[in-house]
Nanobody, 119 residues
Framework: QVQLVESGGGLVQAGGSLRLSCAAS????????MGWYRQAPGKQRELVAA???????NYADSVKGRFTISRDNAKNTVYLQMSSLKPEDTDVYYC?????????????WGQGTQVTVSS
């Protein structure tokens, strides 16, 4: 069993910053890619940023230059530093991890954390 627990969401004014964290725990052998997605009500979940086990990153065009994804492999944790936040960044943010256990390899999702940016 693997769990992803997110933290760090909240309410912030436009132009402000927030840092999201997502810690994976359970029967983990290793973790491949980790990423952050976001979803607004009635819309599809979209990729915000992803990071490979080796540290390669990719970002949605809408967040390039404002958001930074990083990870701590020793802690099985991924972070999303969000700066210069805009009202359109308001969404529920979910972390995702491709986890290898003794039995299989599959993706897991966190429960989501709300980010609200006021204008």
């Amino acid at each position: 069993q693997v769990q992803l627990v997110e933290s760090g969401g909240g309410l912030v004014q436009a132009g402000g910053s927030l840092r999201l964290s997502c810690a994976a725990s359970g029967s983990i052998v290793s973790i491949n890619a980790m990423g952050w997605y976001r979803q607004a009500p009635g819309k599809q979940r979209e990729l915000v940023a992803a990071i490979s086990s080796g540290g390669s990153t990719n970002y949605a065009d809408s967040v390039k230059g404002r958001f930074t994804i990083s990870r701590d492999n020793a802690k099985n944790t991924v972070y999303l530093q969000m700066s210069s936040l805009k009202p359109e960044d308001t969404d529920v943010y979910y972390c995702n991890a491709e986890v290898n256990t003794r039995w299989n390899s599959r993706g897991y999702w966190g429960q989501g954390t709300q980010v609200t940016v006021s204008s």
